[in-house]
C-alpha cells in the first residue's frame, strides 16, 4: 500500500498513512493537535503531495538525475531553427531532440506542444 501525507489546513500538524490507491481521498484523517470545536470537530487534513513528491528522493520532484532527450516529440534537424524562433522555451539539441531537466519542464513542454498543435 502506498503512503500518504496529509497536512493541518489549521495548524499545519502533518500525518502519515498506508492505505490503498482507491481510499487515499477518503475519510482524511482529522487534525489530533486542533482543539475540537463545537459539533464540526477539529479539522480534517489536506493531502500533502509536496510531502509525498519530496520523500521519494530530490531528484522526483525537483532535478531529473539525468537530463532526458526526447525524441518523440523532436523535429528534422533541419527544423530546429525555426522551432528555436517559435518555442524559445522549449530546449532543443542540434539533432533536433528535446532535452527535459526535470518535472516541471517536463510538463511545461507538453503544455507548450499542445496549445501548438492544437492551434496549427
Ligand atoms: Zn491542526
Redesign the pocket.
Known amino acids: 500500500m502506498p503512503r500518504y501525507c496529509y497536512k493541518?489546513p489549521?495548524?499545519?500538524?502533518q500525518a502519515t498513512e498506508f492505505r490503498p490507491v482507491a481510499r487515499r481521498n477518503r475519510r482524511r484523517p482529522v487534525?489530533l493537535?486542533?482543539p475540537t470545536t463545537g459539533r464540526d470537530g477539529?479539522?480534517v487534513m489536506d493531502r500533502d503531495i509536496k510531502t509525498e513528491l519530496s520523500s521519494l528522493g530530490p531528484d522526483f520532484s525537483m532535478k531529473y538525475a539525468k537530463e532526458c532527450v526526447d525524441d518523440t516529440m523532436g523535429v528534422h534537424p533541419d527544423q530546429v531553427p525555426e522551432h528555436r524562433r517559435r518555442h524559445p522555451n522549449i530546449r532543443l539539441n542540434n539533432e533536433g531532440s528535446i532535452l527535459i531537466g526535470d518535472h516541471a519542464e517536463r510538463l511545461s513542454t507538453i503544455k507548450e506542444l499542445q496549445k501548438a498543435f492544437t492551434e496549427e
Open positions: 493541518c489549521s495548524c499545519g500538524e487534525c493537535k486542533c477539529a479539522p
